[in-house]
């Protein structure tokens, strides 16, 4: 059923590096539940794995003297959710893993394999857009890569990792870019439990002192381009306004550039469309809120 040639053993980030290196066409693993599915439909053959589940220098969740949140590539889903640092201070990340798969799914699979994946769809993104995070990649010369997260993506299933050479080991989320905003993430499914996303939005908003002013703003969605976006466009009209709902208004399709959506099974580009516009409006109100505004 698994075509796998071969299960190699590693310890340590250094020792998965050396083994990818030294044997092309050996595939990560962290949680599986991506990799397994591609194995079982054969979209994946031929391949040698190295497991980095059990690595504990790649699980777990801390926050360094700075304020900066670090979320260790391999930590499951579950411990995000349950996280007391996360719930106080982004607790909307917690909502998005919570809202992935089923109870097994969340106790195995990882923050690092939803982003490594690359899918259009996978629900820790949004959010992480919005946070501005900071991908901590390792090489196999021992170098660190550090990048936005808004520049992982590059294509349908395509990130800016290579392979056969790269790890991703840290989420960084700094202090500046969670304390004093709101936020909020909306997925849209077809149905409640083991469903992925027919399009995703999440929102940042930071108020003036007065809180009738958006003082900064941030939105981007999932499923509604061939990669999770940021909508600078949008943003740009948005920050400076007043507190309202004209300004919530503005968040509609028209105003943003950055956004291509598609006829596809789950949903009609007509439909994408309106939930744009629809839950863009409501996780901006809600982040607001959130933020005793409205
Ligand atoms: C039944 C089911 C329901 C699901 N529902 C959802 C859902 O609602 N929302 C959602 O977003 N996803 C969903 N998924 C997809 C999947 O569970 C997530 O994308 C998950 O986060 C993947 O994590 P993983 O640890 O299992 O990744 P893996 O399958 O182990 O790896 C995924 C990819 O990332 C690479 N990789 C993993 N970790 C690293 C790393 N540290 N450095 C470099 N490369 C790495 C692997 O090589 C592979 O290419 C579902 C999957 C299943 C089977």
Redesign the pocket.
Known sequence: MYDIKKIHQANSVQDVLRIIEENPNT???????????KMKERKLKDVEIVS?GDISE?KGISIDGNGTIIIK??TC?IDIITNADILRHIPTLAKACN????PQ?RN??????????G?V????VPILLVLDAELHINNVNGEVRIIDVNDLHTGPGQTS?D?GK????EIHIKKVNYQGYGFDYFKYGKRNA????TLGCATGVKLNEEKNKIADFKISYSVAAPTPRRCRSLERLIIGEDVSQDTINLIKPENIEELKPRDSWRASKDFRLQLIKEIGRRTAIEAIRSQGGM
Do not use: P
């Open positions: 595939k990560i693993i962290s949680g599986g539940t991506d990799v397994l599915i980095i790649l590539a391999a889903f809202q992935i798969g089923s799914i195995i699979a990882t923050i690092g394999g939803n982003l490594c994946n899918a769809s996978a629900d820790v990792l392979d790269e790890i991703l080991t083991m469903e992925i996303a």
